[in-house]
Protein backbone atom coordinates (compact mmCIF):
# COMPACT_ATOMS: atom_id res chain seq x y z
CA UNK A 1 0.00 0.00 0.00
CA UNK A 2 1.42 3.53 -0.89
CA UNK A 3 0.69 6.94 0.99
CA UNK A 4 1.25 10.25 0.02
CA UNK A 5 1.19 13.34 1.47
CA UNK A 6 1.60 16.58 0.23
CA UNK A 7 2.53 19.74 1.97
CA UNK A 8 3.85 23.35 0.45
CA UNK A 9 0.46 25.26 -0.77
CA UNK A 10 -0.64 28.32 0.99
CA UNK A 11 -1.42 31.96 -0.26
CA UNK A 12 1.11 33.44 -2.96
CA UNK A 13 0.61 37.09 -4.60
CA UNK A 14 0.39 36.88 -8.49
CA UNK A 15 3.72 36.30 -9.95
CA UNK A 16 5.20 34.52 -6.97
CA UNK A 17 6.55 31.18 -6.86
CA UNK A 18 5.53 27.79 -4.57
CA UNK A 19 7.16 24.37 -4.73
CA UNK A 20 5.19 21.75 -3.14
CA UNK A 21 6.47 18.21 -2.33
CA UNK A 22 4.73 14.71 -2.04
CA UNK A 23 6.20 12.47 0.77
CA UNK A 24 5.96 8.52 -0.48
CA UNK A 25 6.10 5.83 1.40
CA UNK A 26 5.06 1.91 1.38
CA UNK A 27 6.99 1.66 -2.06
CA UNK A 28 9.82 3.17 -3.68
CA UNK A 29 8.87 6.23 -5.52
CA UNK A 30 10.99 5.30 -8.34
CA UNK A 31 8.94 2.40 -8.93
CA UNK A 32 6.06 4.68 -9.43
CA UNK A 33 5.01 7.01 -12.26
CA UNK A 34 3.77 10.35 -10.70
CA UNK A 35 1.67 13.12 -11.15
CA UNK A 36 0.07 16.47 -9.92
CA UNK A 37 -3.65 17.11 -10.61
CA UNK A 38 -5.54 19.99 -9.54
CA UNK A 39 -9.24 20.71 -8.37
CA UNK A 40 -10.43 23.98 -8.17
CA UNK A 41 -14.41 24.15 -6.52
CA UNK A 42 -17.33 23.29 -8.92
CA UNK A 43 -14.60 22.17 -11.55
CA UNK A 44 -13.19 18.46 -12.20
CA UNK A 45 -10.05 17.51 -11.77
CA UNK A 46 -7.40 18.83 -14.02
CA UNK A 47 -4.01 17.19 -15.28
CA UNK A 48 -1.03 19.13 -14.54
CA UNK A 49 2.13 17.62 -15.01
CA UNK A 50 3.20 13.80 -15.04
CA UNK A 51 6.76 11.67 -14.76
CA UNK A 52 7.50 8.11 -15.48
CA UNK A 53 9.25 5.95 -13.47
CA UNK A 54 12.67 6.62 -13.72
CA UNK A 55 14.28 10.00 -14.34
CA UNK A 56 12.42 10.98 -17.27
CA UNK A 57 10.56 11.97 -19.54
CA UNK A 58 7.83 14.39 -17.92
CA UNK A 59 4.67 15.78 -18.96
CA UNK A 60 2.83 18.86 -18.53
CA UNK A 61 -0.56 20.40 -19.39
CA UNK A 62 -0.28 23.38 -21.55
CA UNK A 63 -2.13 25.69 -19.56
CA UNK A 64 1.47 25.58 -16.78
CA UNK A 65 4.05 24.20 -19.64
CA UNK A 66 7.00 26.79 -19.14
CA UNK A 67 5.60 27.76 -15.46
CA UNK A 68 5.34 24.61 -13.69
CA UNK A 69 7.84 21.73 -13.25
CA UNK A 70 7.78 18.08 -12.33
CA UNK A 71 10.35 15.96 -10.36
CA UNK A 72 11.34 13.64 -7.78
CA UNK A 73 14.24 12.66 -5.01
CA UNK A 74 14.66 9.28 -5.33
CA UNK A 75 16.50 9.33 -2.08
CA UNK A 76 14.27 11.23 0.26
CA UNK A 77 11.18 9.95 -1.87
CA UNK A 78 9.37 12.39 -2.42
CA UNK A 79 8.15 14.35 -5.23
CA UNK A 80 8.18 18.28 -6.10
CA UNK A 81 5.98 20.50 -8.37
CA UNK A 82 8.03 23.80 -8.80
CA UNK A 83 5.75 26.34 -10.15
CA UNK A 84 6.36 29.78 -10.73
CA UNK A 85 4.61 32.80 -12.38
CA UNK A 86 1.80 31.72 -10.39
CA UNK A 87 -1.35 33.08 -11.22
CA UNK A 88 -5.16 33.61 -9.69
CA UNK A 89 -6.28 30.83 -12.31
CA UNK A 90 -3.50 28.41 -10.56
CA UNK A 91 -5.86 28.58 -7.33
CA UNK A 92 -6.75 25.60 -6.74
CA UNK A 93 -6.20 22.61 -4.24
CA UNK A 94 -3.42 20.18 -5.60
CA UNK A 95 -3.03 16.49 -5.64
CA UNK A 96 -0.58 13.83 -5.80
CA UNK A 97 -0.76 10.86 -7.34
CA UNK A 98 1.07 7.87 -8.34
CA UNK A 99 0.26 4.27 -9.95
CA UNK A 100 2.61 0.76 -9.97
CA UNK A 101 1.29 0.13 -13.64
CA UNK A 102 3.70 1.31 -16.91
CA UNK A 103 0.77 3.78 -18.54
CA UNK A 104 0.86 4.91 -21.88
CA UNK A 105 1.71 8.86 -22.15
CA UNK A 106 -1.51 9.83 -23.07
CA UNK A 107 -3.19 7.73 -20.12
CA UNK A 108 -0.79 9.89 -17.94
CA UNK A 109 -3.12 12.87 -18.02
CA UNK A 110 -6.37 10.59 -17.19
CA UNK A 111 -8.05 10.33 -13.37
CA UNK A 112 -8.54 6.29 -13.32
CA UNK A 113 -5.10 5.83 -14.35
CA UNK A 114 -4.41 6.38 -10.80
CA UNK A 115 -4.64 4.48 -7.80
CA UNK A 116 -2.84 6.23 -5.24
CA UNK A 117 -3.74 9.39 -3.84
CA UNK A 118 -2.94 11.97 -1.34
CA UNK A 119 -5.09 14.17 0.27
CA UNK A 120 -4.09 17.41 -1.26
CA UNK A 121 -2.89 20.96 -0.53
CA UNK A 122 -4.35 23.97 -1.18
CA UNK A 123 -2.74 26.66 -3.40
CA UNK A 124 -4.32 30.28 -3.39
CA UNK A 125 -3.14 32.91 -5.48
CA UNK A 126 -4.24 36.56 -4.76
CA UNK A 127 -3.43 40.01 -4.18
Known amino acids: QVQLVESGGGLVNPGGSLRLSCAASGRTLSTLAMAWFRQAPGKEREFIAAIRRGRSPTYASNSVQGRFTISRDNDKNTGYLQMNNLRPEDTALYYC????????????????????WGRGTQVTVSS
Open 97 to 116: AATTGSPISSSLRDVSTFEY
